[in-house]
């Protein structure tokens, strides 16, 4: 208890908290009605799905460049403006059912997140302790769980009545709102840490930049391939969507508390390697199975060991120089997102041909993600012992 008063009275932990819920309810909306929006009212197909999640994928390609920009701006200060942009691309997907519109506005939306969250990464590494971080990081992951199950709940209570333009806006309005009541609040900084403000790529870090890209190729096969599954094979309806997405973040808001103390006890390595090689059986199971229930507790499973990614960056803690994080979070996301802008494409093409390509494709990366975190417990034993001023 003593260490969640230490984690809650930290001067960043409301911005945190607020910031995170908002950025949830929007991103959430749209996940919730993206697929369905696409399909039924744009008409898209699966190639054309594909293509508008790699160029969701592209700003955060180009995450790195957030590095510069804190050369004129505070994190704190950025990240608001971010959250600002997330909402208004979110606000008005709505209101354009063609490729073209869903693209436009997705690329704002995505701009905003993408750099959102490498700061919201940053924020939290250099202001919690190695111990604290995976507790404030499982908190945080709560409140998102918690924002989108409201958010979710919503939709399927307005699904049949409220047309779709009606609620992109509800999900979308929020969070310029809350972006806006980030602006006010007074930039807080970490005494005697000071971020580098230029690029940085260290032979040190080879295992988290891995780890990041293998992360970013399977979380696309989750986020495209396994919800159109359940749309175009099972012909789930926007409600049944819905419904499915409150079930999975109603077992996230209770779980996500307990990720954080389960890296404390067990380690980075164990919880990876448990979660690659459950993901490898879920993707087996996706590209065989007949049955709708079973396919549904497939999607729940997968999202709840989804969660388990943040030890990637609790990893990263443990090796990494305190002034690398900043740029080092940013030059993850987009490590990240080299894999993710190919994938999608790549895979809406192979789903033409044979649903099961995209999931066998899932179940290559789960394999080398088991393969690299093996080398976990080593490489940090290695940060630990090296000196702090290291430049490789």
């Given amino acids: 208890?003593?260490?969640?008063?230490?984690?809650?009275?930290?001067?960043?932990?409301?911005?945190?908290?607020?910031?995170?819920?908002?950025?949830?309810?929007?991103?959430?909306?749209?996940?919730?009605?993206?697929?369905?929006?696409?399909?039924?009212?744009?008409?898209?197909?699966?190639?054309?799905?594909?293509?508008?999640?790699?160029?969701?994928?592209?700003?955060?390609?180009?995450?790195?460049?957030?590095?510069?920009?804190?050369?004129?701006?505070?994190?704190?200060?950025?990240?608001?403006?971010?959250?600002?942009?997330?909402?208004?691309?979110?606000?008005?997907?709505?209101?354009?059912?063609?490729?073209?519109?869903?693209?436009?506005?997705?690329?704002?939306?995505?701009?905003?997140?993408?750099?959102?969250?490498?700061?919201?990464?940053?924020?939290?590494?250099?202001?919690?302790?190695?111990?604290?971080?995976?507790?404030i990081i499982g908190v945080l992951r709560?409140?998102?769980?918690?924002?989108?199950?409201?958010?979710?709940?919503?939709?399927?209570?307005?699904?049949?009545?409220?047309?779709?333009?009606?609620?992109?806006?509800?999900?979308?309005?929020?969070?310029?709102?809350?972006?806006?009541?980030?602006?006010?609040?007074?930039?807080?900084?970490?005494?005697?840490?000071?971020?580098r403000k230029t690029f940085v790529l260290r032979k040190r870090y080879w295992l988290f930049y891995v780890m990041t890209l293998f992360s970013g190729a399977r979380r696309q096969i989750f986020m495209v391939f396994s919800a159109l599954l359940l749309i175009e094979r099972f012909g789930f309806t926007l409600r049944e969507m819905a419904l499915l997405f409150l079930v999975n973040h109603l077992v996230n808001w209770v779980l996500n508390r307990f990720i954080g103390r389960a890296i404390n006890s067990f380690g980075e390595r164990r919880l990876l390697t448990v979660k690659y090689l459950v993901l490898m059986c879920i993707f087996a199971a996706y590209a065989f199975s007949e049955s709708r229930i079973f396919v549904t507790l497939l999607y729940v499973a997968e999202q709840l060991f989804f969660n388990f990614t943040v030890a990637i960056r609790t990893f990263f803690q443990k090796v990494a120089v305190s002034d690398d994080i900043a740029p080092t979070m940013a030059l993850g996301v987009t490590i990240n997102h080299v894999a993710a802008v190919v994938v999608p494409f790549v895979g809406g093409v192979l789903w033409m041909y044979n649903y099961r390509l995209p999931f066998y494709m899932g179940m290559g990366f789960a394999l080398c993600s088991v393969i690299a975190v093996q080398f976990i417990d080593r490489h940090i034993a290695l940060g630990a012992t090296a000196p702090a001023v290291d430049k490789t």
């Fill in 1 to 135: 208890m003593a260490g969640n008063d230490a984690i809650k009275s930290k001067p960043i932990y409301n911005y945190l908290l607020v910031q995170t819920f908002l950025m949830a309810i929007a991103l959430q909306g749209w996940s919730a009605l993206y697929n369905n929006f696409a399909v039924n009212m744009a008409g898209l197909n699966g190639e054309q799905v594909g293509l508008v999640q790699s160029v969701r994928e592209i700003p955060g390609f180009l995450s790195v460049t957030l590095i510069f920009l804190l050369a004129f701006i505070s994190e704190m200060r950025l990240m608001s403006l971010c959250v600002v942009v997330i909402g208004f691309g979110v606000a008005f997907v709505g209101f354009f059912p063609s490729l073209t519109g869903i693209i436009c506005c997705t690329l704002i939306s995505s701009v905003g997140f993408h750099y959102a969250e490498a700061i919201n990464q940053s924020l939290t590494l250099q202001h919690y302790s190695i111990t604290e971080s995976p507790i």
């Fill in 142 to 195: 709560s409140v998102t769980a918690a924002a989108s199950f409201g958010i979710g709940l919503a939709l399927f209570l307005l699904a049949d009545t409220v047309p779709y333009h009606g609620l992109f806006l509800l999900s979308g309005a929020g969070c310029v709102i809350g972006g806006i009541w980030g602006l006010t609040r007074k930039t807080i900084t970490v005494p005697g840490m000071v971020q």
